[in-house]
């Protein structure tokens, strides 16, 4: 087993912080139009999400058998 050594483990937190520190102002300008919004259409997103659960909870009842 192979344990990360606190040098990596600094880089990627440092690495993690960077990235969010750059899709910070995109995400921000993503959620302020999104609530500007007239309709959303929440059901063209809730059906193909409701397939992927219930493919996921298919495959586990397999697994298990």
């Known amino acids: 087993m192979n344990v990360m050594g606190l040098f990596e ?17 995109g995400a921000k300008a993503a959620l302020k139009k999104s ?20 493919f996921i909870v298919f495959l586990i009842v397999i697994a298990r058998n």
């Open 35 to 54: 609530k500007e919004a007239e309709n959303p259409d929440w059901s063209s997103a809730l059906i193909p999400i409701g397939v992927v659960v219930l």
């Open 9 to 25: 483990q600094i880089l990627i937190g440092i690495l993690g912080a960077g990235i969010l520190l750059f899709f910070w102002p």
